[in-house]
């Protein structure tokens, strides 16, 4: 009798522990799923000065409220949701996300964000994926050896 109490509450423990990690995988702040397909899909719009300047008035009339103009998370109505909207200037995060799975996200949201599939075309919603890739400051390339650039990164830091 004890010994099967015993193995019900591990199976209970396992079925909680299950549950608990699906719902840490479907509302992981990190963890939006994206296809993979979706995230292959190439980005068909170049990155043109009128595209941009096109995308930069859709992306104020629809984005900036949340995202902030300089798409830092900052918006006048951030502070309203309990998940604070992607932080466009991140450039890892952004480096990190292909084209295809911006577009994605851009396309489904994910509340509180709204799905924009209906509202903007597809060529607008391309033209936001090249418009929300301005905002973060490149990555410097690699240096070729580890000369005088590391070093000048890394010393600011020393000594405070
Ligand atoms: C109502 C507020 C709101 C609006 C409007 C909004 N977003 Fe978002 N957005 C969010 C939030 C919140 C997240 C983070 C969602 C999450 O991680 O679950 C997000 C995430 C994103 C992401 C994903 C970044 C990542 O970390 O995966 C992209 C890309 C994005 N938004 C682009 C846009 C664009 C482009 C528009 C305008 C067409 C827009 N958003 C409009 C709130 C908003």
């Not at 296809?35 to 984005?63: F, G, Q």
């Not at 502070?79 to 489904?108: C, N």
Request: aromatic letters at 10%.
């Amino acid at each position: 009798m004890t010994e099967r109490s015993a193995i019900w509450r591990s199976v209970a423990f396992l079925g909680l522990g299950l549950a608990w990690a699906a719902w840490a995988f479907a509302h992981g702040k990190d963890r939006w799923p994206v296809p993979a397909e979706a995230k292959n899909v190439k980005n068909p719009l170049p990155a043109t000065e009128a595209s941009l300047a096109a995308a930069k008035a859709i992306y104020l009339d629809n984005c900036e409220q949340c995202h902030g103009e300089k798409g830092k998370g900052d918006g006048s109505d951030a502070p309203l949701y309990s998940v604070k909207p992607a932080d466009f200037t991140d450039t890892h995060m952004m480096e990190e996300m292909t084209d295809g799975e911006i577009f994605y996200k851009i396309s489904e949201g994910r509340r509180p964000m709204p799905s924009f599939k209906k509202r903007l075309t597809e060529e607008q919603r391309w033209q936001l994926v090249n418009y929300v890739r301005t905002f973060a400051p490149k990555l410097e390339p690699a240096p070729k050896t580890v000369g005088a650039s590391v070093t000048k990164k890394v010393l600011p830091h020393k000594h405070q």
